[in-house]
């Protein structure tokens, strides 16, 4: 089965910083284009960063560009997205998504950002 | 404001047909292929549809989708009160070298 699990999320104060994770399991991690995606409370989905098959190239919205990196570990499976400099409009549940088809999501982690 | 526009709301009645619309460019819906997610209250968006009209595992054949240049639709036949849900559709954008998605609509079984 075709799995994405996401973790690492939590309550970090203005300023801080976080490394969230997502583990894939169920095809070929290293076949695929990953991203993630994100949905603050009562609002729509806004992507955040993608990052191709190997890992060498990335992409970021502008709201997080500079802020945030995403990487990956093929031989582990996992993506994850480091977040520095983090503010309150960065809470959101963050959601790990593979790429091509057919897509898989996770059931996403919160990240809340507040004193 | 979302790159792909949608109506914020759809209904219908349960056995009904609707249709959900999602308005792109050519920098998106225009070169590259539409997916689909359902957002029941309370969960996480689940995939739809991809590649414009492909069912993700699971997904009843009641479930459709469709593109035609830069516009793109689902829609949904034999309307059931556990399709109400946020609908969002998304695309990647050659533009903005990320992925795009639409405000989300949601549908009411009435």
């Known amino acids: 089965e075709v799995q994405v699990v996401e973790s690492g999320g939590g309550l970090i104060q203005p300023g801080g910083s976080l490394r969230i994770s997502c583990a894939a399991s169920?095809?070929?991690?290293?076949?695929?284009?990953m991203h993630w995606a994100r949905q603050a409370p009562g609002k729509g989905l806004v992507w955040v960063s993608s990052i191709n098959n190997d890992g060498s190239r990335a992409t970021y919205a502008d709201s997080v560009k500079g802020r945030f990196t995403i990487s990956r570990d093929n031989a582990k499976n996992t993506l994850y997205l480091q977040m520095n400099s983090l503010r309150a409009e960065d809470t959101a549940v963050y959601f790990c998504a593979k790429g091509g088809g057919p897509p898989a999501w996770g059931q996403g982690t919160m990240v809340t950002v507040s004193p | 404001q979302s790159v792909l526009t949608q109506p914020p709301s759809a209904s219908g009645t349960p056995g009904q047909r609707v249709t959900i619309s999602c308005s792109g460019s050519s920098s998106n819906i225009g070169r590259h292929t539409v997916d689909w997610y359902q957002q029941p209250p309370g969960t996480a968006p689940k995939p739809l549809m991809y590649g414009n009209n492909q069912r993700s595992s699971g997904v009843p054949d009641r479930f459709s989708g469709s593109k035609s240049g830069t516009s793109a639709s689902l829609a949904i036949s034999g309307l059931q009160s556990e399709d109400e849900a946020d609908y969002y559709c998304?695309?990647?954008?050659?533009?903005?070298?990320?992925?795009?998605f639409g405000g989300g609509t949601t549908l009411t079984v009435l």
């Open positions: 169920g095809f070929t991690f290293s076949g695929y284009w």
């Open positions: 998304g695309a990647w954008d050659d533009n903005l070298n990320g992925w795009v």
